[in-house]
């Protein structure tokens, strides 16, 4: 019987930098009165505040939830109010190696964007990402730029030789997340098990990058069993199969 549910957010529980919508919300909060459950992203933590704590219901459910931004090198729980336990913060030079390489990496491939909504690279402090449209981008801009990851695959060829000590993915719909050497969502799903203490065969990871290079694949590498999704739309039917098996094995 599984006792985790492990979701990544950005593309897999709401679109793009969009807050959860009210269905995905109630099926969620069902979810967390039978079982645990994590959310690990590249996001940083405003952004798990406004996409999704904003529609979930604020009750005693939210002690089943662990919250993971910047692909698992921040920690929060719930206990009254949310209390982050760890961070694994970048040193200042480091900083400046990566934003300097990414900058390098996207002229030499090519795809610098015309025009950008925001900042194109952002420190969130554990983890640098790069948007190629920027952060505040409209989705439907972003769902139109690299939705088969063949840009952001060349930019990541360019870059894994520029800053071989750090680890390089690609999530959402325009992102590159750098975080240290060994510091993805493995390492994410790790820290779960050890604090939880849950071990990886009673947990299920779902998410919409799974696969060699997506910033969701180290959770499948990591021993967990995985289900790929193309969007909210199709998490939400899968989310409902697993409550479903859940009450029935209860």
């Not at 109630?26 to 992203?41: E, N, Q």
């Not at 990496?105 to 969130?124: L, P």
């Not at 680890?167 to 098990?193: C, E, F, N, Q, W």
Request: net charge neutral; proline share 6%.
């Amino acid at each position: 019987m599984k006792k985790l549910i492990v979701f990544d957010l950005d593309g897999t529980l709401a679109e793009s930098k969009s807050p959860l919508d009210a269905e995905m919300a109630g099926i969620l909060h069902d979810l967390l009165g039978i079982v645990k459950v994590a959310v690990i992203s590249g996001g940083d933590w405003p952004q798990f505040e406004k996409q999704l704590l904003f529609n979930l219901p604020h009750d005693e459910c939210l002690a089943n939830l662990s919250l993971l931004p910047t692909c698992g090198t921040k920690f929060f729980e719930y206990k009254s109010d949310w209390k982050k336990l760890y961070s694994e913060d970048f040193t200042a030079d480091e900083k400046a190696k990566i934003i300097c390489s990414l900058k390098k990496a996207v002229a030499e491939a090519g795809f610098k964007a015309e025009k950008v909504w925001g900042e194109a690279i952002e420190d969130r402090g554990s983890q640098i990402t790069f948007s190629a449209l920027g952060q505040q981008a409209p989705l439907k801009e972003k769902e139109k730029w690299d939705p088969d990851y063949a840009k952001r695959k060349q930019i990541k060829a360019i870059l894994d030789p520029l800053i071989p000590g750090f680890s390089v993915r690609m999530g959402g719909a325009t992102s590159i997340d750098v975080t240290k050497p060994g510091i993805d969502k493995a390492y994410g799903i790790r820290k779960l098990r050890a604090l939880l203490g849950i071990p990886l065969k009673e947990m299920i990871f779902i998410g919409d990058a799974l696969f060699p290079g997506g910033n969701d694949y180290p959770a499948e590498e990591a021993g967990v069993v995985s289900i790929p999704v193309r969007g909210p739309n199709e998490t939400k039917p899968v989310t409902k199969a697993i409550i479903a098996c859940l009450e029935s094995n209860s």
